[in-house]
């Protein structure tokens, strides 16, 4: 299984930012995904999970209102839509494939039920 995270940059306070995370190796159709970042001297954090069927999604306090979650089964691809970016949303994102028959919504957003992280895409918000 190969993970590919792209899209990320530098973009000013206010700007925005699509990340792709495409996925090679296994039919993502089977499996809840999600987004998360970790920032310089900081713990890995959950951004967003998004159920097989997209019928749920979840975000963390920190960016609800600001970043949509999405998923292209057909495609293999996962997006995550980030708009008025702050600078503590910088960090380097990572997307990651849940472990779990029964979806990782309950134990979100502890990464310990995610498997096959990417290399990550760096995201930066300044001016």
């Known amino acids: 299984v190969q993970v590919v995270e792209s899209g990320g940059g530098l973009v000013q306070p206010g700007g925005s930012l699509g990340l792709t995370c495409t996925i090679s190796g296994l039919a993502i159709d089977d499996y809840g995904l999600g987004w998360f970042r970790q920032a310089p001297g900081k713990e890995r954090e959950g951004v967003s999970y998004?159920?097989?069927?997209?019928?749920?999604?979840l975000y963390a306090d920190s960016v609800k209102g600001r970043f949509t979650i999405s998923r292209d089964n057909a495609k293999n691809t996962l997006y995550l839509q980030m708009n008025d970016l702050k600078p503590e949303d910088t960090a380097m994102y990572y997307c990651a494939i849940c472990t779990l028959a029964t979806g990782c919504a309950i134990q979100w957003p502890l990464e310990s039920s995610f498997d096959n992280w990417g290399q990550g895409t760096q995201v930066t918000v300044s001016s």
């Open positions: 998004i159920t097989r069927s997209s019928g749920s999604k």
